[in-house]
């Protein structure tokens, strides 16, 4: 192991430990805020939705892709990629944040198991989307400090959980965006 590779990758923990609580907090945090609450007059921003899922799709594909680059030898590739689905990953996130301060929560209406599945998948897909920003920072740093065994390791880990969060985004759309209003 080249301790200067790894001792660069640890300048980054701190970054990593602060965005991984201050993320998920700050999203939590701003779902709860309503805009008009504060005597905001804004549009309700109701048509986000259709484009974050599909950002989540693209996500999901942008993600396979890198993957495949990586595999074929393609580094450079596999970088942009991976920097370009963290870039859309961000993009959601402030969509998603910017929709829920301007629009009510749509209630999921269906009936029966679809109702179960669909909290199923949701209440998997909110948990993970919370425990992968940790494990997509560790492994982009350690890809860009050039620690490529380590890299590969977490990204192993990595890549099922970020794509999982990916695509059970449009999952969840798909299943909630009849009871849009």
């Given at each position: 192991m080249n301790t200067e590779n790894l001792q660069e990758e640890k300048k980054y923990n701190k970054w990593?430990?602060?965005?991984?609580?201050?993320?998920?907090?700050?999203?939590a945090i701003l779902f709860g805020v309503k805009l008009k609450d504060y005597g905001i007059d804004v549009e309700p921003l109701t048509f986000l939705p259709p484009i974050y899922a599909a950002i989540n799709g693209i996500t999901a594909i942008v993600l396979v892709l890198a993957v495949s680059a990586i595999k074929k030898g393609k580094r450079k590739q596999h970088e942009n990629l991976i920097k370009f689905a963290i870039t859309l990953s961000v993009l959601f996130l402030v969509m998603y944040v910017a929709y829920h301060m301007t629009s009510d929560s749509t209630?999921?209406?269906?009936?029966g198991v679809l109702r179960y599945i669909y909290f199923f998948i949701l209440i998997t897909h909110i948990l993970l989307s919370i425990v992968v920003i940790p494990f997509v920072l560790i492994?982009?740093?350690?890809?860009?400090?050039?620690?490529?065994?380590?890299h590969k390791k977490i990204a192993k880990i990595t890549f099922p959980l970020w794509l999982y969060v990916a695509v059970t985004g449009v999952i969840v759309y798909i299943m909630i965006s009849p009871y849009y209003v």
């Open positions: 990593i430990v602060a965005l991984s609580i201050i993320i998920p907090v700050a999203v209630k999921y209406g269906g009936e492994t982009y740093v350690r890809g860009i400090t050039n620690n490529i065994e380590r």
